[in-house]
């Protein structure tokens, strides 16, 4: 079955550069996310759209922007970066949400950035 | 806001041993949950998930029920092996929570042979 697809699937960035990290969903979904995952730690949720629109913000930082485009794919634009912004990077697509909440999240193999 | 915490790591057991990784939730409405495995330096996949109380999901020998009255999701396997070894993490989504996941800390389990 055809999985998330997310690339690159790693990235090395000076500090101060961009990045720009892609995220295609599983086929019918119309629901993104993104996820910032530190070394040891639970995955920390940053951005969501659905049906191309943000459905919700978390902990994204201000120079961070994210947009869903009209094939449901997703880019994650990450600009003036910091050492602090190394990490695993995941997206996740699901069917719509708000129907009942019944629709788990299925994870790409996500992005691992080091910015030096 | 709704939270899940589930047991600290790591957790060492041997081969054939019986597992048991705890995880209770707070919630205000009716949340799903779920149990994400990480194995090392790969990506999340989903274990299992139970959207309501008293479902019982399960998968690859992997078992967990929703029980409301204890807001508890505990995952259980009756015989692990050395290749269930990595990180498990117990979620949540619910409307409160814009359906985004609830995440515990995650607990790392190595099974030695």
């Known amino acids: 079955a055809a999985g998330v697809i997310q690339s690159p699937r790693h990235l090395i960035k000076e500090k101060r550069e961009t990045a720009t990290l892609k995220c295609y969903p599983i086929?019918?979904?119309?629901?993104v996310y993104w996820y910032q995952q530190g070394p040891g730690q639970d995955p920390q949720f940053l951005i969501s759209?659905?049906?191309?629109?943000?459905?919700d913000k978390g902990s994204i930082p201000d120079r961070f922007s994210a947009q869903q485009f009209s094939d449901y794919h997703s880019e994650l634009n990450m600009s003036s970066l910091e050492l602090g912004d190394s990490a695993l990077y995941f997206c996740?697509?699901?069917?719509?949400?708000?129907?009942?909440?019944?629709?788990?999240?299925?994870f790409g193999p996500g992005t691992r950035l080091t910015v030096t | 806001g709704d939270s899940v915490t589930q047991m600290e790591g790591p957790v060492t057991l041997s081969e054939e041993a019986f597992l048991t990784i705890n995880c209770t939730y707070t919630?205000?409405?009716?949340?799903?949950l779920f149990w994400y495995v990480q194995y090392p330096g790969e990506g999340l996949q989903l274990l299992l998930k139970?959207?309501?109380a008293d479902d019982k999901g399960s998968n690859k020998g992997f078992e967990a029920t929703y029980r409301k009255e204890t807001t508890s999701f505990h995952l259980e396997k009756g015989s692990v092996q050395v290749s269930d070894s990595a990180v498990y993490f117990c979620?949540?989504?619910?409307?409160?929570?814009?359906?985004?996941?609830?995440w515990g800390a995650g607990t790392k389990l190595i099974i030695k042979p």
């Open positions: 979620a949540l989504t619910s409307m409160d929570s814009n359906y985004q996941l609830i």
């Open positions: 086929p019918r979904h119309d629901t």
């Open positions: 139970a959207t309501k």
């Open positions: 919630a205000t409405g009716y949340p799903s």
């Open positions: 759209f659905y049906e191309k629109m943000q459905s």
């Open positions: 996740a697509s699901s069917l719509d949400p708000t129907s009942g909440g019944r629709y788990e999240q299925y």
